[in-house]
């Protein structure tokens, strides 16, 4: 494997780790629909301007605002209940 595609694949596994973790932040309820500890409130505003995501499920997050001016969603894209 080359240079250039380690690093690629190491930017995926980045993106795809940040992704998680902000879709946790912005869900209040765990999937046994219990309070979910790590929730940030329906008080933020989500800038993803120009941002790449990839295969990205913000399925049941909430948000006050959220803003993806010229954002590339790479596969699919999942917001349903958020």
Known sequence: ???QAVD???ERQVR???Q???ARHLRPAT???EPHPLYWGAAVTLDLTEAVLIDVDL???HLHNATFTKTHFSG???FGGA
């Open 16 to 18: 795809l780790a940040a």
């Open 59 to 61: 399925t049941g997050c």
């Open 8 to 10: 690629l694949r190491e």
């Open 1 to 3: 494997m080359t240079s």
């Open 20 to 22: 998680r973790i902000l």
């Open 31 to 33: 999937p046994e629909g």
């Open 76 to 78: 699919e894209a999942r």
